[in-house]
Each structure stands twice: as structure tokens, then as C-alpha cells.
């Protein structure tokens, strides 16, 4: 699908599918909808924590660049360190928001002296909800494509090792 090639065509989706989502969502009571807000809560602190963890570990010259200029460009590093910031982003963002999300609802609730229209509220709050889970799903995403970058460096590095051990032994057979 070519829409979701690009950032444009992913949230225009994802917009569409939270507004759709705000119809049944209406019926949904808020103490139901809770810990889906917090299940996106953990996952999006996991996922901040993970992708934290892979730069600091994997790519140290090229965080540094990131946030040094004048460190020479360290290139590969640098590209993989910004393709991991992408997933942080969202997941911030999405971390932000759910846990914004408990005391604005009371204040709001508080404020509106209970003349709140609830099917309106859980609509609302079942939309945010479908959308910021689309978001963290795509945050996923994005974390796993950096994963499968690290497993073939990783294995290209042991074909290199195991084609070097071969053409040791070969040399020795040899001599």
C-alpha cells in the first residue's frame, strides 16, 4: 500500500481509525478503557527504556555525534542512532500523553461540574486511545526494523570469523 509509505499517509490512516473507533466508543465506559491506557503506558516506557539502552550500548560514537558537532561524523553510527530516535520520539510522546491523560480528565470533570455529555467523553477518550495505540504500534515497528539491522551485522561479522577459522585450518593442512 502506498499510503503508508509515507508519514502523511500513516497518521491520515490512523486519524481515520480513531475517529471510527470514537462510534462504538461511546459505549464504552472509561474504567473499561483505563488499562488499555495503561498497558500503552508500560509499553511505551519499555520501549523508551529499550531504545535507550541500544544506542547507549551499540552506537556510542554516534550518539555522541548526535548531540556534539564537532566530534567527527562517525556516519553509519550517526543514520542508525537517528533511525532509533524516531521510536523514542513517539514513545515519549505517547508516554506523555497517557499519563497526562488521568488527572486532565478529573480536572476537566471538576471543571465541567459533571455537566459532561459521557457518550461524547468516551467517544473521545476511545479515539485518543485507538490512535495513540496505532502510534506505539508503529513505534514497535520501527524498533524491530534497527533489531534485524544489529542480527545481520552480528551474523555477517560470524561468516567472516567462521570463513577466517576455514582458511586458517586450510593453511595449516597445507604446511
Known amino acids: 500500500m ?6 502523511k499517509g500513516r497518521q491520515t490512516i490512523a486519524i481515520g481509525l480513531a475517529l471510527l473507533a470514537m462510534w462504538p466508543g461511546q459505549w464504552i465506559l472509561f474504567s473499561v478503557q ?3 491506557f ?3 503506558r ?17 552506537y556510542p560514537r554516534g550518539l555522541e555525534r548526535v548531540f556534539n558537532k564537532k ?4 556516519g553509519v553510527e550517526v543514520e542508525r542512532v537517528n533511525s532509533l530516535m524516531e521510536p523514542l520520539f513517539y514513545s515519549t510522546i505517547v508516554l506523555a500523553i497517557v499519563l497526562l491523560i ?8 471538576l471543571l465541567l461540574n459533571g455537566n ?3 457518550r461524547l467523553a468516551r467517544a473521545l477518550s476511545f479515539g ?8 506505539q504500534m508503529w513505534s514497535l515497528i520501527l524498533t524491530l526494523l534497527p533489531a534485524g539491522v544489529v542480527q545481520e551485522e552480528l551474523g555477517q561479522g560470524q561468516y567472516k570469523k567462521d570463513l577466517s577459522e576455514r582458511y586458517k585450518s586450510l593453511g595449516r593442512r597445507q604446511g
Open 116 to 118: 459532561i455529555p459521557f
Open 42 to 58: 508500560t509499553t511505551a516506557g519499555i520501549i523508551f527504556a529499550v531504545i535507550g539502552a541500544w544506542v547507549t550500548i551499540l
Open 128 to 135: 485518543l486511545l485507538v490512535y495513540l495505540t496505532l502510534v
Open 38 to 40: 495503561e498497558a500503552l
Open 34 to 36: 483505563w488499562p488499555f
Open 2 to 7: 502506498k499510503i503508508l509509505q509515507t508519514s
Open 102 to 109: 488521568g488527572p486532565l480528565s478529573q480536572v476537566v470533570k
Open 71 to 74: 566530534i567527527a561524523d562517525s
